[in-house]
């Protein structure tokens, strides 16, 4: 049932270039769906549709945008809408992270991460939302983190930004209540993705927590297959879910008690 539920469904995939944006684009050529991949690199964005092509006779359309440019954004999503008309989905995937204390992350590192996770974003979706409350049906699906729910040393700029996305999509989710629009928040722990690359260059964390680390094909195929399907939110890994649970009626505690688990970056 859910592969049919995909069948031709237009879906805008932000950060689609690599990593779970590039496992979302092939779940859903995979389940019949027609993604629509936005990064910057026109070259990774062209072998990427090349590639789903060849294995799902699927046309994968692309466009080359830095979502820091609101012009350009709004641009391109107009064009989209404009000439793959009817679209019924997003899935705000773009996203970067800068692992440092904030008594030494430098401004550019916190505007950058504020711009491209929040503000590019929202204004995105701001830009689809009068078009897609005029469809039949539609899924707005925001990739978030675990850091939106626990905040952690080094990440504090980081998971003020996951936080705002999460306070975003819970406010948009009720807003949107009785329209024909699926809000959906995805609470990620660690994803093997070239994401550490900028946020733990040296690779620390990334090997501190390489036995708890998520396949992005395991989480891609676990939110395809919600698309289209009314579900508040995606929490990955199980356990970090119920820990963010329990850190929500006993922060102080978990404080105390996890420092050295929390201090791991």
Not at 11 to 33: C, H, V
Not at 43 to 57: D, R, V, W
Not at 155 to 180: C, D, P, Q, W
Not at 234 to 251: A, F, K, T
Request: include cysteine; glycine fraction near 6%.
């Amino acid at each position: 049932m859910k592969q049919q539920i995909l069948t031709d469904k237009k879906i805008i995939i932000t950060g689609a270039s690599s990593g779970l944006g590039e496992s979302l684009a092939w779940q859903i050529a995979k389940k019949g769906g027609i993604p629509i991949l936005l990064a910057r690199s026109t070259e990774k964005l062209q072998q990427i549709s090349t590639s789903l092509h060849e294995k799902f006779a699927v046309l994968t359309p692309f466009y080359p945008v830095d979502l820091s440019n609101k012009p350009m954004t709004k641009k391109v999503v107009h064009t989209i809408i404009s000439e793959h008309n009817p679209i019924h989905g997003l899935i705000n995937n773009a996203g970067v992270g800068v692992f440092s204390e904030v008594n030494h992350i430098s401004e550019e590192a916190i505007s950058k991460m504020f711009q491209l996770n929040v503000e590019a974003l929202i204004y995105v979706t701001k830009q689809l939302l009068p078009y897609l409350l005029q469809q039949e049906h539609a899924h707005i699906i925001n990739i978030a983190s675990q850091a939106g729910k626990v905040a952690t040393p080094k990440a504090a700029i980081y998971g003020a930004t996951k936080h705002a996305v999460l306070g975003f999509t819970n406010g948009l989710r009720m807003e949107l209540a009785t329209s024909n629009i699926i809000v959906t928040a995805v609470n990620l722990g660690p994803v093997k993705t070239n994401f550490f690359r900028t946020a733990d260059p040296e690779g620390k964390y990334e090997q501190n927590v390489a036995r708890y680390i998520l396949n992005p094909d395991d989480v891609a195929k676990k939110v395809a297959a919600c698309l289209f399907v009314r579900k508040r939110e995606i929490n990955l890994p199980l356990w970090m879910d119920i820990g963010s649970r329990i850190y929500q009626l006993l922060p102080g505690l978990c404080e105390r008690l996890l420092r050295n688990q929390f201090s791991k970056k």
